[in-house]
């Protein structure tokens, strides 16, 4: 057989595997067996739409470093000269708290300093690659408020050592969050208003969201250029100064200016 017959016959027979596999589908479907069958089951991830019975699937979990000043500051980076940079924390990392409850938020392991970061967090309803900033805020779905929990030893240790630092940042349960509220019933995209977090009642964080070096549209617009964002992408923008540990049996609450607080405590 000729190289132009093996083609012909391999496209013959791949035609002859789509109309089989597409022959297939129909009949499973009146089975109602539609869909490849999986070995286990692997959880999705969706978080509560505020107002509504419906629910956000949360896609990506991306995350900025460094985007209030005097954080970048007590972080050791000068804030004037650094480009926003980005990190991701897997799907499953979101813890959700309900409104008016405290959740109980495990101490993980390996870590002997445990931090808190309070932090505004932007929900896309769409994507796109290279968005500029004037487009930005029509992808943002809506806003929620969230912790990026930081295993800050391993976090610098790892940094000092130039390794990646996902295991400060990456782990199970890093990312509390409260319900996605939606653009719509806010009326208003979040761009200023009091960000605050309280431990055991006293005043830890506070600052205003627009303090932010770089804001959400920014974020997005920087993001989109690196990755192809889409629907379902939850963006933590960054948390203001003051930083610092927890130990079991804290109370953390965080507030942010138009959505309702997240309180947790360390177990
Ligand atoms: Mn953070």
Known sequence: MDRRSILKTGSAALGGALAAAGCATGAAEGSGNSAPRSPFKVASVTLPIAGSSEVFPVRRIYCIGRNYAAHAREMGSDPTREPPFFFQKPTDAVQFVAIGSVADHPYPSLTKNYHYELELVAALRSGGKNISIADALQHVYGYAIGLDMTRRDLQRGMGDQKKPWEIGKSFDMSAPIGPIHPVALLVNHITNGRIELKVNGQVKQEADLSYMIWSVAE?????????????????????????????????????????????????
């Not at 192809?228 to 100064?241: F, M, N, R, V, W």
């Not at 804290?250 to 607080?261: A, Q, S, T």
């Open 219 to 267: 974020q997005i617009s920087q993001l989109s250029q690196a990755f192809e964002l889409k629907a379902g992408d939850i963006i933590y923008s960054g948390t203001p100064q003051n930083v610092g540990p927890v130990v079991k049996g804290d109370l953390l609450v965080g507030h942010i200016d138009g959505l309702p607080e997240l309180s947790v405590r360390i177990v």
